[in-house]
Structures are given as C-alpha cells and as structure tokens.
C-alpha cells in the first residue's frame, strides 16, 4: 500500500515562519545593448556572477532568460527591496560583458529561430518533451509565493483564487507585442504560454489530498519527471510551503511588482481564512477560462462574466471592489501603499504603456526604454503619484 502522502506532497510546515510571508520570482530577458536584440548567453554568464548573485539567479527554459528569485521576506516591501536590489547588482554585472537586463512580457521584435535552449539537464530535458514548443519566441512572468501554514489552509486558497486570476492578469498586462507586430492583446504572453501542457486555470480540487493523487498519478506513470513540470497559473508549492500565483506578466519596474504582490498576498490571506470569491464563479471553471482569455486580450477594458448575474461586468470596476475588499487585509500585512499603486497601475497597464512608447520612438524604441526604467528607482509612495501622473 503506498504511503498516505508521496515525499514531494509533504507540506513545508515551519513553525519558525509566520503565515502569509512573500517570496518573488521574475523572468528577466538579457538583451545586446548595441542591437536590443536577445542576448542567448545564459550558459556562459552564470560562471561569471559573484556570489552575492549566484544563489538568486538561475537559467531558465531559454538561453536569452533568467529567473531573480528574492528569499523569505515578512512583508511585499522587504521582498521588493531586496529585488531591487538584486536587478542593481545585475545590471552593475552585465554590464561589463555587454549585456542589458529588462523585463516584459514579451521581447517586441524577437523571433523564434533566434532562440536557443539552456544548457542545463532540466532544460534539455524539457527540450526533449516538448520540442518545437520550447524553442518558439520566449515569455516572461512574474510569479509570487505566499506562505501558507499548512496544505490544507493553501489547497482551500488555490481553489478560490482561481476566480480572481483573470483580475491579477489584467493588472499585470505588459506584453501587447510579439514578433514584430501590436498583437491588439494586453497580454500575448498568456495564449503564447497557453501552448505548454498542464498550464492555464487549474481545476478545482476540494482537498489537499485530491491535489495529490491527481498530480501523483502522472509522476508514476512517468508523463513528467517531478511536481514543477506543472504550469498552471496558481499552484501548491509543498517543498517551500507556499502557494505560487504564475498568472501575471512581468513586470518593467519594481514597483509594479510591488503592486501585483501585494495584491495577491492579500487574495492569498483573504481566500485562505475567509470567503471572497463568489462561490458560483470559484465552481465555473470555463467562465474563469474564459475571463483569463478577455482579461489576456482586454487587460482592464475586459468586461467579465459574472455567472451569479449572467451579465458581462467591467473589469475595472470588479478590481476597484477587489481593492476595497482587500484593504484591512493589506493593513495587517503593511502593503496600503502597494494596493495604492496597484490601483494607478489599474487605471493604466505596461500594455498602454509600451503602445504609448512604441507610438512616440517606433517598436524599436520600446526596448531602450525597458532597459531604462529596470533600475527605475522612485520609492512606492512617490511612485503612486509619478505613475498617476504619467498615466492619466
């Protein structure tokens, strides 16, 4: 008889850590200064960063990708500063060996037989099973973990912040264009991605041990190697404890990670403990499905299904709600002035954003631009006004 709970299903339970701590992942693309074109130099850099970078810094699928990961922080604020952090001691890297960091979620004008898969076992691997698929125009996401005190608490939390994906995808549009073209979507990134096995809007599960057994069957049946060849768009990371929102896009300066964090530590907490998400959308898998599809082309001009009304509602008034509901939450976790700045981010995407850029300096003056703003330094609280501002 197999044992109740497989190794990799055994849930990070560390009394030490408060509830609720934050951890963030972006996917930063290396780009050639001189050209602005995809630098595919991950393998040879590596080797190369000091050891302040190197347990932060890490390959992923693409040769012209890596991964800033930040540690365990008590709060988004802490989590954003050592991010900042990080992308100064990067760029201040690079620079010398002619690269330039910058984040969206899509490089304008890259093609796919540019492209070149990392060097490493995992990535090979990956290669190997997915084949064309790994090798097409790379994507770039953001992805936040909260930590959640025991699986059970974190499964009841997944289940419920699949309602609220379409929303943190929304705010988070930053890739409207792709190979060269205005793609007329916010967020290209997510159908682009939509392309890999197991990502998108997991089913709802119920239970902590029914996540198990369905993901358990495919590793011992051997469809995949291990848990983190799932790339569903939220999902339970057992090994750190935590719940992983995957939904957004990255995003081009920290504060608007700061922003997307904060909005999800809140949704985490909230889902976790309490009941927000109206319990007819959590249970329409195919409504929440086809809100990411609208959120994903839309960005905040989507209007929405909501299944209690059978009408369509702006998703920009759900997320001014969203925010409202969010508040107290934020207050207990000390991000009031990140959902501010989600709340100017709201009102204007990184979509817009580069479409107003690509409209003033051409396509090809986009990326100059996102290497500029990645050590865009304005402090959260000034940055609400700066961005209000700018935006309006």
Do not use: K
């Not at 990080?86 to 492209?115: D, F, I």
């Amino acid at each position: 008889m197999r044992p109740s709970l497989p190794d990799w299903a055994i849930w990070n339970s560390d009394p030490g850590r408060p509830a609720w701590t934050v951890g963030i992942e972006e996917e930063v693309m290396l780009l050639d200064p001189d050209s602005w074109s995809l630098a595919q130099r991950i393998d040879s850099l590596l080797p190369e960063l000091s050891p302040r970078l190197a347990g932060s810094v890490s390959a992923e699928t693409h040769a012209c990708t890596l991964e800033l990961a930040t540690g365990v922080h008590p709060s988004v604020r802490s989590a954003a500063a050592e991010l900042y952090s990080l992308r100064v001691a990067l760029a201040g890297e690079l620079r010398p060996l002619g690269l330039q960091p910058a984040v969206a979620g899509t490089h304008p004008l890259a093609l796919g037989h540019e492209v070149e898969v990392s060097g490493g076992a995992r990535y090979q691997l990956l290669h190997e099973g997915l084949r064309v698929l790994a090798r097409r125009e790379p994507t770039f996401a953001l992805h936040v973990h909260v930590g959640v005190p025991d699986p059970h608490l974190a499964t009841r939390a997944v289940d419920r912040l699949r309602a609220h994906l379409p929303l943190i995808l929304a705010l988070s549009a930053n890739s409207p264009f792709w190979a060269g073209r205005d793609t007329g979507m916010a967020s290209v990134r997510t159908p682009l991605f939509q392309a890999f096995p197991r990502a998108g809007v997991p089913r709802r599960c119920g239970s902590y041990e029914t996540y198990v057994e369905r993901l358990d069957v495919l590793l011992r049946a051997g469809a995949f190697p291990e848990p983190t060849f799932v790339w569903s768009d939220v999902r339970l990371q057992p090994r750190f404890g935590t719940v992983e929102v995957r939904v957004a896009d990255a995003q081009t300066s920290v504060a608007e990670v700061a922003a997307i964090a904060a909005v999800i530590q809140a949704l985490v907490r909230i889902e976790a403990t309490e009941e927000l998400a109206d319990e007819a959308l959590v249970e329409a898998h195919e409504v929440i499905e086809e809100n990411r599809f609208l959120a994903a082309r839309d960005g905040m001009a989507a209007r929405l299904v909501d299944p209690a009304t059978d009408e369509r509602v702006p998703a920009a008034e759900q997320f001014s709600a969203l925010l409202e509901a969010c508040a107290d939450h934020a207050g207990a976790l000390d991000s009031r002035v990140e959902l501010e700045v989600a709340a100017v981010l709201a009102r204007r995407s990184g979509a817009e954003h580069q479409r107003q850029l690509a409209h003033n300096y051409g396509m090809e003056g986009v990326l100059p631009e996102l290497g500029r703003a990645f050590l865009d330094s304005t402090s959260l609280v000034a940055h609400v006004a700066a961005l209000a501002a700018a935006r309006s």
